[in-house]
């Protein structure tokens, strides 16, 4: 009986307000069980996953955690934006990264996390002892990027309000592993909507993701990252939900409420405007076709108007406060100097191999394997925590194997993909913004630091693709083989992900 | 159904004995180094370009598997290394481009023996990024040189060889202090970790067996 049937018959006496605390709970448990169960144990898998990273991973031995920890921290104690991009953090959370010999350990892979009973006492006294100051004007990095991921970490930070940074910042760490069950639950939303033909391959794909070491990592730590790949996952959900039932009022609004949710989380979000701007022009014209013209510019609307709103209340609060908006988006300048078209040539090389006739910006690296493939086998910590080299080589057995039944696989679909070219090319679109923003943003600190944001990371919010990816090649692998080859993968990214952890131990208290 | 079970148990058999084969095997450790220590980084040369830094009267510990050669950089370049003593090239190794942090392990080939009075040259192909090298100050009659010309001091060089305990015997230690720098301090952190595991292990497990045909 669905959640809609309940309502009449069940509706209590005791007023309207009870009746409509009532309704809301049903159909939100209603909403709950459309989710099939698989999702949420992927989600489940995902979210423990996250928080054993965040206990393996010392404390602020994530990329920029101790900026992150600032930003919350000014948040939740004045209300205010942090106004400062310094490093020099609050008197606090300095005393905590001193006595955890954050900067000795950090980037110098020779030195471990502390390790004896005195370095313990000492840490603990330095917590106790440490004045407190309300808020951090400071919060390095992060002072550039918008506030939705910090408000919702200032709940967690309030909670543990009183105890000492590192109760806090465990806490919020908790909160941040939720967004990896999230991001889970929406890639395998998102590939039910994608791969309607073969439930059993969303499994695959959906829990391999959630199994995906980075995710964790990322995840168990204090970083906006988190959420970003949330929100993202959410997006690609929700495109692909309109794009297999068509626009609606609803599906409109879900895409615009999940853009603004996505902006206000961190910028890199821009990156994916182009191909939702795409997807919004496509699934416009599908809709005036079938409901008229009127009708879908109404529900174009209401999606653009749920995506700005938010936004440009954000910017007002901005303008009203200190600086420009979205601060940090001055990334794309461009180095001083240089042409469009040489900005436009070091993005591609940044991810493929260089074409004849360019020049070089990275003399005897091969991008696409050494920065992309192998930042994502294996590099946690401050980017200073990696796997012998002979794992990196080993791992490309069967990376080649997973791309070659996932072409397979596209091969023996390639009717179905003639007639669904509109939505992969808004997925392509999706991941080309993406991959340029990252690229422009590097080229700015070019050639000082030759790819200074060529982090596997910063593609994350592509999972779905990837999970798409995984899905595809157990399919390709055939009917007979197929499943078998989907647990294969399965076991593959657990393995990936236990040896992972494994490494980071290894390094911190090996 | 039948299939997929038997997969899932063979990749849980090789991912055992990899786990097996990881703890039986003994992390590296610094059989020597010229690096006094507790003495803070200090920079002896820095470099925009490729160069080759060599340093002479070094000694080589038996076993030596890896040098650990104390450059700085943000994305360090490649990295070359070259041992040789007496006219003869001892041994080799290189290490690609990526590296981040203050120090570069470039594997070399295993050292049957001690070798005494080496020569070790390091060389990288630096184009744009500033690459520093750190190490003691010293005259220049026994400082590193780059070419003709002598740096500040002598290059910090650690050579690394396996342990003699396996990763198995240092789990205890290695479990305690994962207990250290946290909130609520003690061994509590690794059965957590352990029971998460073996709970994503048992929910991955279980969910693949009752979605796959």
């Given amino acids: 009986m669905s959640a809609r049937a309940v309502t009449p018959t069940s509706a209590p006496r005791h007023g309207s307000r009870a009746a409509s605390a009532g309704d809301r709970r049903r159909r939100a448990s209603g909403l709950a069980r459309r989710v099939p169960r698989a999702a949420w144990i992927c989600g489940l898998i995902a979210c423990l996953n996250a928080i054993c990273w965040s206990l393996v991973t010392p404390a602020f031995q994530v990329p920029d955690e101790p900026s992150h920890f600032a930003y919350v921290k000014q948040l939740a104690e004045t209300g205010e934006l942090p106004t400062s991009s310094s490093q020099v953090t609050s008197s606090e959370e300095s005393a905590a990264l001193t006595a955890l010999h954050q900067v000795a350990v950090r980037q110098r892979p020779q030195n471990q996390a502390i390790a004896t009973n005195a370095e313990q006492r000492q840490l603990e006294s330095a917590l106790a002892a440490a004045p407190h100051e309300t808020g951090s004007p400071a919060a390095g990095v992060a002072t550039s990027q918008p506030p939705l991921y910090y408000a919702l970490e200032a709940i967690p930070y309030t909670v543990a309000r009183g105890s000492t940074v590192l109760d806090r910042l465990a806490l919020m760490r908790l909160a941040s592993s939720l967004f990896a069950g999230l991001s889970a639950v929406f890639v395998f939303l998102f590939l039910r909507e994608a791969l309607p033909r073969a439930p059993w391959a969303w499994t695959v794909g959906g829990l391999s993701v959630a199994l995906a070491p980075l995710l964790g990592f990322m995840s168990g730590a204090v970083n906006p990252d988190a959420m970003l790949f949330a929100a993202s996952a959410s997006l690609f959900y929700c495109l692909a939900r309109a794009f297999r039932r068509g626009l609606s009022a609803r599906r409109a609004a879900a895409i615009g409420a999940v853009s603004a949710i996505g902006l206000l989380t961190k910028l890199n979000f821009a990156g994916l405007l182009p191909g939702i701007a795409l997807a919004l022009a496509l699934l416009t014209l599908r809709a005036a076709r079938a409901h008229g013209a009127s009708t879908a510019l109404r529900w174009l609307a209401f999606a653009l108007a749920l995506g700005a709103v938010p936004l440009l209340a954000y910017a007002g609060v901005e303008a009203l406060s200190h600086e420009s908006l979205l601060r940090g988006a001055s990334v794309s300048s461009g180095s001083p100097g240089s042409s469009p078209l040489a900005e436009l040539d070091y993005i591609w090389q940044l991810y493929l191999p260089r074409l004849p006739g360019t020049a070089d910006y990275f003399p005897g690296l091969f991008t696409t394997r050494q920065l992309w493939f192998d930042g994502y086998v294996g590099l946690y910590g401050w980017l200073d925590t990696v796997f012998p080299s002979w794992v990196y080589d080993v791992a490309l057995i069967p990376a080649g194997a997973i791309a070659l039944l996932c072409a397979r696989a596209l091969v023996q679909a390639r009717a179905a993909l003639r007639s669904r070219a509109g939505e992969l090319l808004v997925y392509a679109t999706l991941a080309a913004g993406l991959m340029a923003l990252v690229g422009a943003a590097s080229f700015t600190a070019f050639p000082q630091i030759d790819a200074e944001y060529a982090q596997a990371r910063y593609l994350l919010p592509l999972l779905p693709l990837l999970g798409a990816v995984l899905a595809l090649a157990a399919r390709g692998a055939g009917r007979r083989w197929g499943p078998s080859a989907g647990a294969l993968i399965v076991v593959l990214f657990l393995a990936h992900d236990l040896f992972s952890q494994l490494l980071v131990v290894a390094r911190y208290y090996g | ?213």
């Fill in chain 2, 1 to 213: 159904m039948r299939r997929v079970t038997l997969t899932l148990v063979l990749g849980l058999a090789g991912v055992a004995c990899a786990i097996g084969l990881t703890l039986a095997h003994a992390p590296t450790t610094v059989a020597r180094t010229n690096r006094p220590p507790g003495q803070p980084e200090q920079e002896i040369a820095s470099s925009r370009e490729s160069s080759r830094y060599c340093q002479a009267d070094e000694t080589l510990p038996r076993g030596t598997s890896a040098l650990r050669v104390w450059l700085d950089a943000a994305y360090g370049p490649r990295v070359t290394v070259e041992v040789s003593a007496h006219g003869r090239r001892i041994a080799s190794g290189q290490r690609g481009s990526g590296w981040i942090g203050g120090a570069v392990t470039v594997p070399v080939t295993p050292l049957a023996r001690t070798i005494s009075e080496a020569s070790v040259c390091v060389s990288f192909d630096a184009r744009d990024e500033t690459v520093i090298a750190q190490g003691n100050p010293t005259p220049a009659a026994s400082a590193t040189r780059d070419g003709t010309e002598a740096l500040a001091g002598r290059l910090w060089i650690e050579y690394l060889r396996p342990g003699s305990r396996s990763w198995a015997s240092l789990a205890a230690s290695t479990a305690q202090r994962m207990g250290f720098g946290r909130a609520a301090p003690g061994i509590w952190v690794v059965f957590a970790a352990l029971a998460l595991m073996a709970a994503v292990l048992a929910l991955a497990f279980r969910l693949v067996l009752s979605e796959l045909p």
